[in-house]
């Protein structure tokens, strides 16, 4: 049996649901070594500025029990070079390539999704809105229901492709959030972005990030992911993206069960860098072994009694 | 060709050589092969628990042909966990990383090691020799016990030169003193290669441009992925053109001259 392992988002088809997450795969190239990209279903770029960006200073990374805290800063090469170095090198291969944009405003948002349009190999666009809104005060887009509206639909406006809104966890009601990121035109939501984090170096007294807090992301932010998934995908009819600890097979099918149509791979990329197409050919096996035809028959099949 | 493996690589031998520091050995002849002085693997043990990122190894040795050897201190959890396996477990081992020492033909090296710092020198020196280079070294440690590869840093260098910093073996203070001693006597056609904790390498990257003598510093920092997929390990530097810039230590290093980076 040779199962059907595609899924379809709306109007984004891919062969397969396991693409990688944003900032967690480079720019897609850095691993061709070692994986064949063709397995994949989708790649998301890293988070993409009008400008390029320096990043944070050191440290970026710290490791804490089952997960990482991160502040990298958005440190990219930017949109121009992304369109120019990358995705003609990226192009070569047969995944859905997703541009991930960010800005500190709205025509910062707009204007870095714009200059995508009309580039058929971008697949859709995915909106980081976890950003500090410079105009309130440094306020994180992604954590207030109105300004997650306005960002959202600043890029759709901007966009000929199909905008995924990438969520943050750090919110109350995650459901109101994804609420207005659909009315201001999110075609697919993304979730979860990190939890927002601190470590302290407790014999010096000092916090470890360079940017003093920072993101935590591992399979110890799994269970939350799955929550918001499920909650999400019972409250709103629109395809959802799952990201969030994904590190095994189980990790991928718990996903599609909680209500994604697809995941996306992050942290397990940088301590197991093969773990992507390995899991792509996993989930070939035990939709065999199960005997389950399309993959897409597990999408949202948890069972609440 | 690809130019890294991800190896399930088997132990062959992993002891303690006092203190906190020890050397393991694994089998990995795929990327024994294609290893340079001064690259590095990312490790793991093969059962890590709650510890998920793998650490950065410097290759202190290719044995054989296939066997990697790395030198490490128990410093956090990651670590202390390698330090628990044993002959016939498994370590996943991601190399060779990165990028490697350059050698300069016909030039006079001198090699700066300091504390866990002194790991890449064995295979480097070694690979100098080859190129019939016989490096003067110097090595700092804080006390005699914590030395490492002694012997065979000996047999590889013209001659080797210890500092500790309580005086227990060679001079007493730092090794970089030695360092500036021998270059304020002849800089000569000298090229420096160091590792070692930042302090040494901000004195070491001092020291050659007092001297005018070019200086290949080995930096760290903490790595998520070792591969440039984190963007996790920034080492502030300058571009040619004089802009303040984050280079990766996984991607762009971890070996910088000393006047693009700022330590």
């Known amino acids: 049996m040779n199962p059907d392992l595609s899924v379809q988002l709306g109007s984004l088809q891919m062969k397969n649901p396991i693409m990688t997450a944003s900032g967690c795969f480079g720019y897609g190239l850095e691993l061709t070594d070692l994986i064949d990209l063709n397995e994949l279903g989708g790649i998301v770029s890293k988070s993409l500025t009008l400008q390029k960006r320096m990043g944070t200073p050191p440290h970026r990374i710290f490791e804490t029990a089952s997960g990482m805290l991160n502040a990298i800063g958005i440190e990219n090469i930017g949109v121009e070079a992304y369109l120019t170095e990358k995705l003609p090198l990226l192009s070569q291969y047969n995944m859905a390539i997703v541009a991930n944009v960010m800005g500190n405003t709205l025509e910062e948002y707009a204007a870095a999704a714009a200059r995508f349009r009309g580039i058929q190999r971008i697949a859709a666009i995915e909106v980081n809105i976890s950003s500090p809104n410079t105009k309130k005060g440094g306020m994180h887009f992604g954590v207030d229901p109105e300004m997650t509206y306005q960002v959202v639909r600043a890029v759709k406006d901007a966009t000929d492709r199909p905008v995924i809104a990438k969520l943050s966890p750090n919110v109350t009601d995650i459901v109101a959030i994804a609420k207005r990121a659909v009315d201001g035109g999110a075609d697919i939501l993304s979730l979860i972005n990190t939890l927002w984090s601190l470590a302290i170096d407790h014999w010096n007294a000092k916090a470890i990030l360079g940017n003093v807090t920072g993101g935590l992301s591992g399979p110890a932010i799994k269970p939350v992911a799955l929550r918001m998934v499920y909650q999400v995908s019972r409250a709103l009819p629109v395809p959802i993206i799952g990201i969030g600890g994904i590190a095994n097979l189980f990790d991928v099918i718990e996903f599609l069960m909680a209500g994604a149509s697809a995941v996306q791979i992050g942290t397990a990329n940088f301590y197991d860098p093969t773990v992507s197409t390995r899991l792509v050919r996993e989930l070939g096996d035990y939709c065999a072994m199960r005997n389950i035809q399309k993959v897409s028959s597990l999408i949202g099949s948890l069972q609440i009694s | ?263």
Do not use: W
């Open chain 2, 1 to 263: 060709m690809p130019t890294k493996f991800d190896l399930r690589a088997k132990i062959v031998e992993n002891v303690c050589l006092g203190g906190k520091y020890y050397r393991i050995r694994v089998h990995a002849p795929e990327i024994a092969a294609l290893a340079r002085p001064g690259q590095f693997c990312m490790i793991r043990p093969e059962y890590s628990g709650d510890s998920l990122l793998r650490r950065p190894f410097s290759i202190a040795s290719v044995r054989d042909g296939e066997l990697l050897e790395f030198a490490y201190t128990t410093i956090g959890v990651g670590t202390r966990l390698i330090s628990r396996s044993g002959p016939g477990d498994h370590l996943i081992c991601l190399g060779p990383l990165g990028n490697s020492f350059p050698i300069v033909d016909g030039s006079r090296a001198l090699v700066v090691g300091g504390g866990i710092g002194v790991a890449p020198f064995p295979f480097f020196n070694r690979v100098l020799n080859e190129h019939r280079i016989f490096p003067i070294t110097y090595y700092g440690a804080r006390s005699a016990d914590e030395l490492i590869y002694v012997e065979e840093l000996n047999q590889l260098s013209q001659s080797l030169k210890i500092a500790t910093d309580n005086g227990t073996a060679g001079h007493h203070g730092f090794v970089t003193q030695l360092l500036a001693q021998d270059l304020e006597e002849s800089p000569g056609e000298s090229v420096i290669y160091a590792c070692g904790p930042h302090p040494m390498m901000r004195v070491v990257k001092s020291i050659a441009e007092r001297y005018g003598v070019p200086a290949y510093l080995s930096m760290e920092e903490t790595m998520g992925c070792g591969i440039g997929i984190c963007i996790g390990c920034p080492i502030p530097g300058v571009t040619p053109d004089g802009q303040s810039t984050y280079y990766l230590c996984c991607k762009d290093g971890p070996i910088f001259p000393s006047t693009v980076v700022m330590i």
